[in-house]
């Protein structure tokens, strides 16, 4: 497989879970969000071509508030062969020479995948430097990864998912690419149930153990991010000064605790951040 994107300098971060309701879009836009505010140039692709809640934010934010500096965003459509497997080819080879065109004009490129498994899906994860699965604090959620036993909480077998992502090392290694960096967002967290906490722990250390992945904290479930939806908005919105005499949300102290989280979750990701920052 031909792999473009990372050899041209840019850093790849693909978020991909095949189960919805995660948090994923929410958990990309803040992080495209902070990096443009960091002065990185940076781009998405939006692979989710129903739903496309990615898209639809950075649209909002663009028609609501159009003194922000624009973001791109694009949506690869389908294809329209008859032919399933020739339009799988035309799909990953197009997408292959989009990741590159933004990989040459921006630092960071997003890909957002849908919650399903799609032969675009598997590419964009092939093509990440970094990839990221955003993670329900839920056993049922983590089934997707690997099966638990009920008495130690221990990765028994690993899942088709699983594998997905040691193919994608492997087609990596082969182009003689860095390694993939997998990274395991634990969001939508709760306050509640501190034993179920405790147990998703033991058996997340054990798949970091066992995949060489590694897993970090992502956002708590909040309401702030359903209200900020509509404007195209993030938590790092909330203090901007392009934004005086908007009306937005008075500034509480659990949104002082999600832009902390946000904070945390960056630094956790560990991205190239020293390189050149856009002008």
């Known amino acids: 497989m031909t792999v473009s994107g990372a050899e041209q300098g840019s850093h790849c971060i693909t978020f991909v879970n095949e189960k919805g309701g995660t948090g994923k879009s929410t958990l990309a836009v803040h992080l495209l969000v902070s990096l443009q505010a960091q002065g990185h140039g940076v781009a998405a692709v939006d692979l989710d071509t129903r739903q496309r809640t990615l898209s639809r934010y950075l649209q909002n934010r663009q028609q609501y508030h159009p003194q922000l500096p ?87 077998r690993l899942s088709f998912f699983t594998e997905t992502v040691w193919q994608a090392r492997q087609q990596r290694a082969l182009a003689k690419l860095p390694a993939l960096d997998w990274v395991i967002a634990r969001n939508r967290l709760t306050m509640l149930d501190a034993r179920n906490k405790r147990r998703m722990n033991a058996a997340l250390e054990d798949l970091q153990g066992r995949m060489a992945c590694r897993y970090v904290p992502g956002l708590a479930e909040r309401v702030i991010y359903r209200e900020l939806f509509p404007g195209g908005l993030t938590l790092v919105d909330l203090a901007n000064p392009q934004l005086r005499g908007v009306s937005m949300p008075r500034m509480t102290t659990s949104h002082l605790a999600a832009r902390q989280e946000l904070r945390n979750f960056m630094v956790a990701l560990n991205l190239p951040l020293d390189g050149p920052v856009s002008g």
């Open 70 to 156: 624009a973001v791109k965003v694009v949506v690869p459509p389908p294809s329209e062969l008859d032919s399933r497997v020739e339009a799988t080819e035309q799909e990953c080879d197009e997408l292959r020479e989009l990741v590159g065109e933004l990989a040459r004009d921006h630092a960071f490129v997003i890909i957002d995948c849908p919650g399903s498994d799609s032969p675009r899906s598997r590419l964009a994860m092939t093509l990440a430097n970094t990839l990221v699965t955003p993670l329900n604090d839920s056993f049922i959620d983590l089934d997707l990864l690997g099966q638990v036993e009920p008495e130690e909480f221990q990765v028994k």
